[in-house]
C-alpha cells in the first residue's frame, strides 16, 4: 500500500512539474524571466525555512545531519539553467512539446548514465529495445513539432532536451545531498542556492531589465506570484523522498507520464493549442518510454 502511495505521488509530482513550468513562465512573460527566477527562488527559501523551523524537533523533517562535501550546497545552480531553457522552449514551442523534448533530455541522460556508469552507477549494456524506445521518443516529438504551424523551432526544441538533462542531474544530485542531510534542508538550500546564482546572473548581464521587471510585479495577481515558487519546494522535496523508496525505472516513467499528459491539458485549456498531430505525438512519446521502461525492468530482473 505504500509503494502504491509513492508511485502515485510520482506521477504527481511529473504533473506539478510541468504545472509549475508554466506557472514560472506566466510570470516571466508579465515581468521577466530573471524576476520569477528571483520571486520563486525566494518563496522557496522563505517556505522552507519556516518548515524547518516548525518541525525542528521532527526527526522527519530534521534528521541528523550528516557532513557532505562543500560543492554539494550548490544544487540550485542546475535549477537556474533549467528554469531559464523552460521559459523560452514553452514561451516558443508550447507546454507539451517543451515537456516532451526535456523528458526525452531525461532518457538519453538515463541511457548515458547506464552505458558510461556514470554517478558512481554499475555499468549496463544496453539491448535493442532500449534505442527502439529513444526512436519512437523522437518520432513522437517530431510529430508534434509538426503541430506548431508547419514551423520546426530546433533551438527551443534543444533547450527543451537540455533542460530534462539539467533535470535528471539535478535529481540525482539533491537526492544524493537530501540522505545527508534532510529533504527539506536539501530544499532549502537548492533554492538559497539558485537564488544567489540568478541575483548574480542577473546584476551582471541585465541589471537594468531586471531592476524594471521587478516594478511590474503590481501587473501579477497573487496567484500567479507564488505558483512557481510554491510548486517548486513541492517538487524537489517529493523527488528527494521518492527516489530513494522505487525503483529508478518507476519514478522515471511516472514522472514523465505526469509531465507529457498534464503538459497536453495545459495546451489545450489554457493556449488552445490542441490538435491531433500534438496528440498522436505525445502517445508515441509515451509508447516509448514505456518501452524503455520494459527494458529497464528486464535489465534489473538480469541483474
Request: charged fraction near 10%; proline fraction near 2%.
Amino acid at each position: 500500500m505504500k509503494k502504491n502511495l509513492y508511485y502515485l505521488v510520482s506521477f504527481l509530482t511529473g504533473a506539478v512539474i510541468s504545472v509549475m513550468v508554466v506557472a514560472n513562465t506566466q510570470l516571466g512573460r508579465i515581468t521577466t524571466n530573471e524576476v520569477s527566477l528571483i520571486v520563486n527562488q525566494s518563496i522557496g527559501v522563505i517556505l522552507t525555512t519556516l518548515i524547518l523551523l516548525a518541525g525542528r524537533k521532527n526527526e522527519k523533517i530534521n534528521p541528523p545531519r550528516q557532513k557532505s562535501r562543500w560543492y554539494m550546497y550548490f544544487g540550485g545552480l542546475f535549477g537556474v539553467c533549467i528554469m531559464i531553457c523552460n521559459f523560452y522552449s514553452v514561451l516558443n514551442v508550447g507546454s507539451s512539446l517543451a515537456m516532451a523534448a526535456a523528458v526525452f533530455g531525461q532518457s538519453i541522460t538515463g541511457l548515458v548514465t547506464d552505458i558510461f556508469g556514470l554517478f558512481s552507477m554499475p555499468k549496463r549494456k544496453q539491448g535493442t529495445m532500449k534505442w527502439i524506445s529513444l526512436a519512437l521518443s523522437f518520432t513522437g516529438i517530431f510529430i508534434m513539432s509538426s503541430s506548431q504551424n508547419c514551423s520546426f523551432k530546433v533551438i527551443y526544441i534543444l533547450m527543451g532536451v537540455f533542460a530534462g538533462i539539467m533535470t535528471m542531474l539535478q535529481m540525482t544530485y539533491n537526492s544524493s545531498f537530501a540522505k545527508a542531510k534532510g529533504a527539506v534542508f536539501s530544499a532549502r538550500q537548492n533554492a538559497l542556492s539558485g537564488l544567489a546564482g540568478t541575483v548574480v546572473y542577473a546584476a551582471f548581464l541585465m541589471p537594468g531589465e531586471t531592476l524594471h521587471g521587478l516594478t511590474l510585479l503590481h501587473d501579477a495577481s497573487l496567484i500567479t506570484i507564488v505558483t512557481g515558487g510554491l510548486l517548486a519546494v513541492a517538487v524537489v522535496v517529493s523527488t528527494n523522498l521518492i527516489i530513494p523508496e522505487i525503483p529508478a525505472v518507476y519514478s522515471a516513467l511516472l514522472l514523465s507520464c505526469g509531465q507529457i499528459l498534464a503538459s497536453i491539458v495545459i495546451d489545450t485549456y489554457l493556449y488552445d493549442l490542441f490538435s491531433f498531430s500534438l496528440l498522436a505525438g505525445a502517445l508515441i512519446m509515451l509508447a516509448g518510454m514505456i518501452l524503455n521502461f520494459l527494458a529497464d525492468r528486464k535489465s534489473m530482473k538480469a541483474a
